[in-house]
């Protein structure tokens, strides 16, 4: 994604790369900050600070008109969004650029406290929940104390999202996290952390089964970078790019999960590595 400013977005904007292995038109805007730091944007001020109510990074109307002038171009918007006030602008801002407009696939990246009125309203305007797993066992520990219990029942979602339909890009979020995407994996599905903690998993009503946990890694997430049609599975005419492991990821414990290692990866169908 080209960062939201003004250098490299005049460079980018008008010449745009779409190579076989870089695809460079998409561009991020920063909504809000995180949680951790209270500077996630809220509806309703922090639980553990009851005069803050996070962060707005730059006016609305500064959006606006960056969503017009991308809906315009044909290129694709990303916002990264963590608090339930910054998802719903974000949400108000793509329905209101992509009006008429088809098949754009815009994404709030995280999307990490979703109001569930604003999750049905997302999904029904096909805005693109880009989630990364990690976040929810990096949080898990004291998340509550920042949100209170109310809103940590819509915090982290990710089955909530498929259930009203939508696909589901799932990242890692490097370097904010760790690149290792057995790491996402396991958060996905798993949700628990290295160790295994907690036994039945954070807020597990949002576990994703392991095919799907699969599918966010590789062919959503290909679908919401418009590289569906040559990558994201293993087809006749698509870049047959795999990694082969030793053991069935879906039997291994977060623990065994964390600690294993890759035998072989291949990109375009050759070989480029060799444990």
């Known amino acids: 994604m080209v960062s939201d400013d003004p250098i490299s977005l005049a460079k980018y904007l008008k010449a745009p790369i779409e190579s076989p292995t870089l695809r460079v038109k998409s561009a991020k805007f920063y909504l809000d900050g995180a949680l951790g730091s209270r500077g996630a944007l809220l509806l309703a001020p922090y639980s553990d600070d009851s005069t803050n109510y996070g962060l707005q990074l730059k006016e609305a109307s500064y959006f606006k008109m960056m969503a017009d002038s991308l809906a315009q171009l044909g290129w694709q918007m990303c916002i990264h969004g963590i608090g339930d006030s910054a998802n719903r602008l974000a949400i108000d801002i793509y329905s209101q650029a992509l009006a008429g407009l088809d098949d754009r696939r815009w994404r709030i990246e995280h999307a990490q406290i979703v109001h569930p009125?604003?999750?049905?309203?997302?999904?029904?305007?096909?805005?693109?929940?880009?989630?990364?797993?990690?976040?929810?066992?990096?949080?898990?520990?004291?998340?509550?104390?920042?949100?209170?219990?109310?809103?940590?029942k819509y915090a982290y979602s990710a089955q909530s999202f498929l259930k009203l339909g939508a696909?589901?890009?799932?990242?890692?979020?490097?370097?904010?996290?760790?690149?290792?995407?057995?790491?996402?994996?396991?958060?996905?599905?798993?949700?628990?952390?290295?160790?295994?903690?907690?036994?039945?998993?954070?807020?597990?009503?949002?576990?994703l089964s392991f095919e799907d946990a699969i599918r966010g890694m590789t062919e959503w997430g290909a679908y919401a970078s418009f590289e569906e049609k040559k990558k994201g599975t293993l087809e006749a005419g698509k870049y047959a790019d795999f990694i082969i492991f030793d053991q069935d990821l879906s039997t291994l414990s977060a623990q065994e999960m964390t600690s294993l290692e890759v035998q072989a990866t291949y990109l375009n169908g050759q070989e480029v590595y060799r444990n």
């Open 117 to 152: 009125a604003d999750q049905k309203r997302m999904v029904a305007a096909g805005i693109i929940p880009s989630i990364q797993p990690t976040h929810a066992t990096s949080d898990m520990y004291w998340a509550d104390r920042r949100l209170g219990a109310e809103r940590m």
């Open 167 to 207: 696909k589901l890009p799932l990242g890692t979020d490097f370097p904010v996290e760790a690149i290792n995407p057995l790491y996402t994996l396991r958060s996905a599905y798993l949700r628990q952390d290295a160790d295994g903690y907690p036994p039945k998993g954070f807020r597990a009503e949002e576990a």
